[in-house]
């Protein structure tokens, strides 16, 4: 039966691989999605096998707990998963991401609990009942995961709208210094300890670390840190899988975290920032509401106007951001973009790498309105095109196209790289109102003498433009 366990978690393991490969390419990623979830349930299923559950006196008491979990975990799931909203995906992903970093930490403590009423029965510590190697990784999971828990919540509320606070106590910085100090000493003393005093105070340190370190992370920095989250729990996932004998949890576990880590690193050097630089930064903490008047003013235009240029143009380049999601106008500009090609126009899709509140946000959107693939381009592969470009059209996008991030050493955007707008003939930008983008940073394009202002909803806007095109047929 063990053979045949190790060898369903080694098929579940290479499943999950090929998954999460496919899951690279917005062309086979929903395969990828499909693959991955058939391991799982493999997993689960082949789980219900394992000695420690079907071989003690408790077999039918722990089978009916594990169907009730899975029910009230996988039902829950399943209702709220078709119910969320595309524009509250960041918030959900955040939170689910919290589940798994809960999850580890709750297996961390379980162990750590056994083997302390282990120590102080046999008058040793939690080392020697445990090996060393297992006490160790055991803990440092129990570290990541309690830290991803409520740093995921943080996260979770910040994007929410429910929590708008960038510091809780004066030198919040150095607070979050010391408790991390405080974490790693009481981490320290659990090894050698025999007794659950130490163990409850890591587990709150812990919980109080994510919290604090996660409250001056910026809005605009959201999307990183939902990704180093992940990265998180995959590594603590990992760690506990070792402390269990579980394969298929180390090998999932480490192959989410490489693969988080790697996401985050790519995701900070896009915007040309270090992991650290994110959490101590703040960028996005204050949000200004109105603009500045000392850059000019900003020239509105009609959506009339608006569709004239554009069914004339020879190309137009549509920038999407999370105004986009909100106002539930993707399909709008599928439909603008299907006009617009009938006419001749040459028309493609620019994502930046951090548009929206997580990434693949753009992504989704646009595979949700029918957008192929071939017309959807990274930030590297369309930027020169802006400078051929008739129309740059931005949809709900401030940040990522801000032209301070080159020309301003000032700013906190600076250095990141963005999306060239400025480059093209023209530019519109579709926007409810005067105000900067998530980052609070005012945005010197929308005073630029090659771009227009076409303000209001982005749905009603696209349709507009919609209309415009249409009586030019």
């Given at each position: 039966?063990?053979?045949?366990?190790?060898?369903?978690?080694?098929?579940?393991?290479?499943?999950?691989?090929?998954?999460?490969?496919?899951?690279?390419?917005?062309?086979?990623a929903r395969r990828g999605i499909?693959?991955?979830?058939?391991?799982?349930?493999?997993a689960t299923i082949v789980t219900?096998?394992?000695?420690?559950?079907?071989?003690?006196?408790?077999?039918?008491?722990?089978?009916?707990?594990?169907?009730?979990?899975?029910?009230?975990?996988?039902?829950?799931?399943?209702?709220?998963?078709?119910?969320?909203?595309?524009?509250?995906?960041?918030?959900?992903?955040?939170?689910?991401?919290?589940?798994?970093?809960?999850?580890?930490?709750?297996?961390?403590?379980?162990?750590?609990?056994?083997?302390?009423?282990?120590?102080?029965?046999?008058?040793?510590?939690?080392?020697?009942?445990?090996?060393?190697?297992?006490?160790?990784?055991?803990?440092?999971?129990?570290?990541?995961?309690?830290?991803?828990?409520?740093?995921?919540?943080?996260?979770?509320?910040?994007?929410?709208?429910?929590?708008?606070?960038?510091?809780?106590?004066?030198?919040?910085?150095l607070v979050n210094a010391l408790?991390?100090?405080?974490?790693?000493?009481?981490?320290?003393?659990?090894?050698?300890?025999?007794?659950?005093?130490?163990?409850?105070?890591?587990?709150?340190?812990?919980?109080?670390?994510?919290?604090?370190?996660?409250?001056?992370?910026?809005?605009?920095?959201?999307?990183?840190?939902?990704?180093?989250?992940?990265?998180?729990?995959?590594?603590?996932?990992?760690?506990?899988?070792?402390?269990?004998?579980?394969?298929?949890?180390?090998?999932?576990?480490?192959?989410?975290?490489?693969?988080?880590?790697?996401?985050?690193?790519?995701?900070?050097?896009?915007?040309?920032?270090?992991?650290?630089?994110?959490?101590?930064?703040?960028?996005?903490?204050?949000?200004?509401?109105?603009?500045?008047?000392?850059?000019?003013?900003?020239?509105?235009?009609?959506?009339?106007?608006?569709?004239?240029?554009?069914?004339?143009?020879?190309?137009?380049?549509?920038?999407?951001?999370?105004?986009?999601?909100?106002?539930?106008?993707?399909?709008?500009?599928?439909?603008?973009?299907?006009?617009?090609?009938?006419?001749?126009?040459?028309?493609?899709?620019?994502?930046?790498?951090?548009?929206?509140?997580?990434?693949?946000?753009?992504?989704?959107?646009?595979?949700?309105?029918?957008?192929?693939?071939?017309?959807?381009?990274?930030?590297?592969?369309?930027?020169?095109?802006?400078?051929?470009?008739?129309?740059?059209?931005?949809?709900?996008?401030?940040?990522?196209?801000?032209?301070?991030?080159?020309?301003?050493?000032?700013?906190?955007?600076?250095?990141?790289?963005?999306?060239?707008?400025?480059?093209?003939?023209?530019?519109?930008?579709?926007?409810?109102?005067?105000?900067?983008?998530?980052?609070?940073?005012?945005?010197?394009?929308?005073?630029?003498?090659?771009?227009?202002?076409?303000?209001?909803?982005?749905?009603?806007?696209?349709?507009?433009?919609?209309?415009?095109?249409?009586?030019?047929?």
């Open positions: 039966m063990e053979t045949l366990i190790q060898a369903s978690y080694f098929i579940v393991a290479v499943i999950f691989i090929v998954g999460l490969k496919q899951m690279s390419s917005p062309v086979t499909l693959w991955a979830g058939a391991a799982m349930v493999l219900f096998l394992a000695p420690q559950i079907i071989d003690t006196d408790q077999a039918t008491t722990n089978v009916v707990l594990i169907i009730l979990a899975i029910a009230l975990g996988g039902g829950y799931a399943w209702w709220s998963g078709k119910r969320v909203a595309i524009t509250d995906m960041p918030q959900m992903i955040a939170m689910y991401n919290g589940m798994g970093g809960g999850a580890a930490a709750t297996i961390a403590a379980v162990e750590l609990l056994k083997a302390t009423s282990d120590a102080s029965a046999n008058s040793t510590n939690i080392a020697t009942e445990l090996g060393s190697d297992v006490a160790i990784l055991g803990i440092l999971g129990a570290i990541i995961g309690t830290i991803s828990f409520s740093g995921s919540i943080i996260a979770w509320a910040k994007l929410d709208g429910r929590l708008n606070r960038s510091k809780l106590l004066p030198a919040q910085h408790i991390a100090i405080a974490t790693v000493g009481f981490a320290i003393s659990i090894y050698f300890s025999s007794v659950l005093a130490p163990i409850v105070v890591f587990f709150a340190l812990a919980l109080v670390l994510g919290i604090f370190i996660t409250i001056p992370v910026g809005g605009a920095d959201m999307p990183v840190i939902i990704s180093l989250f992940n990265a998180l729990t995959g590594l603590a996932v990992g760690f506990e899988g070792y402390v269990l004998g579980n394969a298929a949890m180390i090998i999932a576990g480490i192959v989410v975290g490489s693969a988080g880590s790697l996401l985050t690193h790519l995701m900070a050097v896009a915007m040309n920032r270090s992991v650290s630089n994110v959490f101590f930064a703040g960028v996005g903490t204050e949000t200004a509401t109105s603009s500045d008047t000392s850059q000019g003013e900003m020239k509105e235009i009609q959506a009339q106007d608006a569709g004239i240029l554009m069914a004339f143009a020879s190309q137009v380049v549509i920038i999407p951001g999370y105004g986009m999601a909100v106002a539930q106008a993707q399909h709008k500009i599928w439909e603008l973009t299907q006009l617009l090609d009938d006419k001749g126009v040459s028309v493609k899709f620019a994502i930046h790498p951090v548009a929206g509140r997580m990434p693949g946000h753009m992504n989704v959107l646009l595979a949700e309105a029918g957008v192929p693939y071939d017309m959807i381009y990274d930030m590297e592969d369309i930027n020169a095109d802006f400078k051929t470009t008739t129309v740059a059209l931005v949809i709900g996008a401030n940040d990522v196209v801000n032209p301070s991030a080159k020309t301003d050493s000032s700013s906190p955007l600076y250095g990141m790289p963005i999306l060239d707008a400025v480059d093209s003939d023209n530019v519109i930008v579709i926007k409810r109102g005067r105000g900067t983008g998530f980052s609070g940073v005012e945005n010197p394009l929308f005073f630029a003498d090659n771009t227009k202002m076409l303000f209001g909803d982005g749905q009603k806007a696209a349709n507009d433009l919609i209309q415009a095109v249409k009586e030019l047929s």
